[in-house]
């Protein structure tokens, strides 16, 4: 779960980041920590369903 924590930091980051005006995010690098963070939240997702079925 780590994993999960740090890209929910890294999307809000990146959120407060730009909308307090601290620094300028393009669409592109917006959209790549994004689907970065889904990529990860998926991941970790899969695991633990797997995990869950192996104890079945």
């Known amino acids: 779960m780590h994993e ?5 930091l890294a999307v809000e980051g990146i959120f407060l980041l730009r909308g ?3 620094v300028e995010v393009s669409a592109d690098e917006q959209k790549s920590v994004l689907l ?5 939240v998926v991941a970790v997702l899969a ?10």
Do not use: E, M
């Open 20 to 22: 307090l005006g601290f």
């Open 36 to 40: 970065q963070a889904r990529d990860i």
């Open 47 to 56: 695991k633990h369903r797997a995990c869950a079925r192996a104890r079945s």
């Open 4 to 8: 999960v924590r740090h890209a929910l």
